[in-house]
């Protein structure tokens, strides 16, 4: 489809169309409220309503994972979010992930392992990499499991399962041997200054 | 995008309703594939109802001994559950083979099972297809198929069926659960998908106006043996070129009971009856396992670009065969 520009189209508030309506989104928790033609996405949404354009719109049709969002603490494409369905829920976008100054502990690994390029998956790939992390840690199996049955416990989040389990993130610039390094040393535990304790993570990923 | 209205349904009976026999109204689950083929204009509902919401998010044991898996449960949970994983292995690998983690998190069981073909033609409103447009013809046959149907397919359509998960539930003779107006039915996934012929437009035995409530998987105690392969054209978040479901129970070197289902090869999850009956009561190897998996793609009818599948199929069924034997030798 074409980008669809919601700020184009007359929207009366006073008697809204039913094919449009005010909705009240929960994002980095603030909540806003907006008009919205039905039509319109969460990307959308985000980036033309709300000015959060840290969230990237690539393909617009959930096949590069670059408009990746969290929605209840999952990942998920925003580009097949309906905004209008997104209502009530707590939607987390890459400018909300930062505590203050202190940037996320996934952020700041791809700063320092250099875990892209030109940047524009960049926002995708870190909140994928969060949502990767924990759900690791929940116990969740992957394709690249090799015993998925609960009683082989919980696989180590090799660099094969993390290629696996971030590839619903492309990247054109093919920055992904930083990318893995990155998610491995954010899945490390970490000290309560930030500092990572092990680099085993990634000497498994290299 | 054709303009819509939206309604958030809380209850089953109220889903049902407000969808009513409004042929241009749909159902919105996960919207991972609804809301890409409304961009595309190959869907053009005049209301949504949105279901994500209604209490049918619960997997729970079955009086029979099998599961019950609501419609509504993501893909993501239906895989990372440890009943699935436990007893059903082949479909929680199934459903990790497909999409991606952002997408598995979306898509419902429900919608796995309603999801359109991504045959290019089916998807680009610009041309001919059938399926989309009754009558406008098939260009496929005769242009880009190297990825299409090699079984049960007609000059009508030779579309495939995208879904891994479905191949693994209809290895383990899943039964749709379904509400209408009129009240509750029942389909088993064999009977789900209809047969292609000359009406490609009509894909399910679901009566006008029913929303899927959920899946029920029997007790299978073989299934407990299964395993779920895909191969593709890159190593990841890629629809199959070919995919097999199997499980398979070894008694002092005799199949004492085999399942087997085939993907990316027909409009529907293929289950392999034909070889299931060959294999059943002969010895466990390599020959064996390759005479049944003839036996099945005997009736294959592949296009001048997708013979490869024949082959792939005959190769995945051998190998993965093999592997269960071997595990249950050990």
């Known amino acids: ?206 | 995008m054709k303009e819509f209205t939206y309604h958030k349904a809380h209850d089953v009976a109220g889903a049902v309703a407000l969808l009513g026999a409004d042929p241009e109204a749909r159902f919105l689950g996960g919207g991972t594939n609804l809301v890409d083929l409304m961009k595309n204009g190959v869907e053009r509902p005049a209301r949504l109802i949105d279901v994500r919401d209604l209490p049918l998010d619960r997997i729970e044991p079955a009086e029979d001994g099998g599961l019950r898996i609501g419609a509504t449960v993501t893909n993501s949970d239906l895989a990372a559950h440890p009943d699935v994983r436990r007893r059903y292995p082949a479909l929680a690998q199934a459903v990790l083979a497909g999409a991606s983690g952002q997408l598995r998190n979306m898509a419902t069981v429900g919608g796995n099972l309603l999801q359109r073909t991504r045959c290019g033609y089916f998807t680009d409103v610009s041309r001919p297809c059938n399926k989309r447009r009754p009558g406008s013809g098939c260009p496929a046959v005769h242009g880009v198929h190297h990825n299409h149907a090699i079984l049960g397919a007609s000059e009508h359509c030779v579309a495939v069926h995208p879904s891994d998960m479905g191949v693994a539930l209809a290895a383990f003779d899943a039964v749709v659960t379904y509400e209408t107006a009129d009240g509750p039915g029942r389909l088993p996934l064999a009977d789900f998908y209809l047969p292609v012929g000359d009406t490609p437009h009509r894909e399910t035995a679901l009566p006008q106006g029913a929303l899927i409530t959920g899946v029920e998987l029997p007790p299978v105690p073989v299934a407990a043996h299964s395993r779920y392969r895909k191969v593709r054209e890159r190593a990841s978040y890629a629809f199959a070129i070919g995919s097999v479901a199997a499980a398979l129970d070894v008694r002092d070197g005799v199949v004492h009971d085999v399942r087997l289902a085939f993907g990316a090869v027909a409009s529907r999850p293929w289950r392999a009856r034909t070889a299931e009956q060959a294999l059943t009561g002969a010895r466990a190897d390599a020959d064996a396992f390759a005479a049944a998996a003839d036996a099945e793609l005997a009736e294959a009818r592949p296009l001048p670009d997708n013979g490869y599948k024949v082959t792939l199929m005959r190769n995945l069924v051998v190998a993965v065969l093999t592997e269960l034997a071997e595990e249950a030798a050990r």
């Open chain 1, 1 to 206: 489809m074409f980008p669809l520009d919601t700020r184009k189209k007359p929207i009366m508030e006073s008697a809204p169309s039913p094919t449009s309506g005010t909705i009240t989104l929960h994002i980095n928790g603030e909540k806003h409220t907006l008009s919205v033609d039905h039509r319109t996405t969460l990307l959308d949404a985000l980036r033309e309503r709300l000015d959060l354009t840290g969230t990237k719109k690539g393909c617009d049709h959930g096949q590069c994972g670059a408009c990746t969002v969290l929605i209840d603490g999952r990942r998920a494409v925003s580009c097949l979010q309906l905004a209008v369905a997104a209502e009530g829920r707590e939607i987390t976008t890459i400018e909300g992930l930062a505590d203050g100054e202190r940037l996320h502990p996934v952020q700041q690994a791809f700063l320092d392992l250099d875990g892209f390029q030109c940047g524009y998956c960049t926002p995708g790939q870190i909140c994928s990499a969060v949502a990767v992390i924990e759900e690791h840690a929940a116990g969740w199996p992957s394709a690249a499991t090799a015993d998925v049955r609960p009683e082989a416990g919980p696989p180590p989040l090799t660099a094969e399962e993390i290629r696996e389990r971030m590839s619903g993130n492309l990247c054109r610039c093919g920055a992904y041997v930083s990318i893995v390094q990155a998610v491995a040393r954010a899945a490390q535990p970490t000290d309560q200054d930030g500092a990572v304790r092990t680099t085993a993570g990634e000497e498994a990923a290299a």
